[in-house]
């Protein structure tokens, strides 16, 4: 059996923004098929994860003594920070205290670098790596870097369509929302970068805008308390706390919307739109990162717009109101992610 090693900053709950659920999802499979072994800042009590109190650069005694002892046949880091200039030199000390094994280094979207990075990760690069983000791809290629552009995974044991439609309504009354309006949600960070903002058009007497804020809030999106009121003002509704079952937001609702247009407001293939979808909710979305190349419309379930243009795609869906919208190509998704890792693990 081969031996991996699994780097990463948080493995620890609540899972309850893509970054986060991607890696522990990708933990509990790796879990199932190799000799794992993980190396965090934050996680949970398991025999095979060492959670290290190290320098940001994670270069100690500590994890070169882990690596060395456990000898492994591969590593994969995945970053939180994703593709800084800092995660790169993370990926030199992994290699370099083991010996230059084989790795996979995972981003899921693209950062910006200074020119004098950039000269010195062409140097340092990583021997292979994936992402979701086109833009990111680009950029690896300009570097001569062996790459691949991945979807991203979905726990289709939580996100699945509902076995009784009925229980719509008992969901909306779970959650103190209005039962008979025609609810559009959306989920992730409350920041700026969202283009929230957008969505204010949207609320009226017939659409109920919810947005199921992340508890995972990065530092740079506290304090956006104007924002937030300006929000509400508007009518929306805002659960801006950790949700248990977040897969009620999605069953509950009329369409889920993904408004977001800056590359880096938001990884490079959203889990909230694919989560969506497996639980057969339409989506209208931007045409952001990689979703549309791997989802297409996905039999009818998502539609591409620009936010001046919400209104009229809205009112395209609820004209198509009786449609069923169970089948989805996430599944096939999950696939194709896996299968990028495991063909790197077993015939590299």
């Known amino acids: ?63 070169k003594s882990i690596i060395k002892d456990f000898e492994p046949d591969n590593i994969i880091y995945l ?10 030199l993370r990926l030199k000390v ?33 021997k292979f790596a994936l992402t979701p983000s086109p833009a990111l791809k680009q950029f690896w290629d300009t570097l001569n870097l062996n790459n691949q552009l991945v979807p991203l995974i979905t726990d289709l ?68 308390l104007a924002l937030k009121n300006e929000l509400l003002d508007s009518g929306m509704i805002i659960l801006d706390r950790y949700l248990e079952n977040i897969e009620d937001i999605y069953h509950l609702s009329d369409i889920y919307i993904f408004p977001v247009v800056k590359k880096n407001s938001s990884i490079g293939m959203p889990l909230s739109i694919l989560e969506a979808r497996a639980c057969a909710t339409p989506v209208i979305t931007t045409n952001y990162g990689s979703v549309k190349s791997y989802m297409n419309d996905d039999f009818g379930g998502i539609v591409y717009s620009e936010p001046h243009n919400f209104i009229e795609a809205i009112d395209d869906f609820k004209k198509l109101s009786h449609n069923n919208y169970n089948k989805t190509n996430v599944p096939l998704l999950n696939k194709l992610f896996y299968d990028a890792i495991y063909n790197k693990i077993e015939y590299d």
Not at 9 to 24: A, F, Q, R, S
Not at 81 to 86: G, K, L
Not at 103 to 123: N, R, T
Request: proline share 6%; aromatic share 12%.
């Open 1 to 63: 059996m081969k031996k991996i090693l699994f780097i990463t900053e948080y493995l620890n709950p609540p899972y309850d923004e893509g970054i986060k659920k991607t890696v522990y999802n990708l933990f509990l499979e790796l879990d199932k098929k190799y000799e794992l072994k993980v190396i965090c800042r934050y996680g949970f009590d398991k025999k095979n994860i060492h959670v290290v109190q190290t320098n940001p650069l994670f270069y100690s005694k500590k994890v």
């Open 94 to 126: 992994f290699s370099f205290f083991s010996r230059n094994v084989s790795s996979i280094f995972i981003a899921l979207q693209p950062k910006p670098l200074k020119s004098w990075q950039i000269l010195l990760v062409k140097i340092i690069k990583p």
């Open 157 to 224: 044991s939580i996100f699945k369509p509902l076995a009784n439609v009925n229980k719509k309504v008992e969901l909306r009354k779970k959650y103190n929302l209005p039962l008979d309006a025609f609810i559009i949600s959306h989920m992730g960070h409350l920041n700026e970068g969202r283009n929230l903002k957008t969505l204010i058009p949207l609320q009226n007497s017939d659409i109920q805008i919810v947005i199921a804020a992340s508890s995972s809030t990065p530092e740079d999106a506290k304090g956006q």
């Open 79 to 88: 970053p939180f920070q994703s593709s800084t200039f800092a995660s790169y």
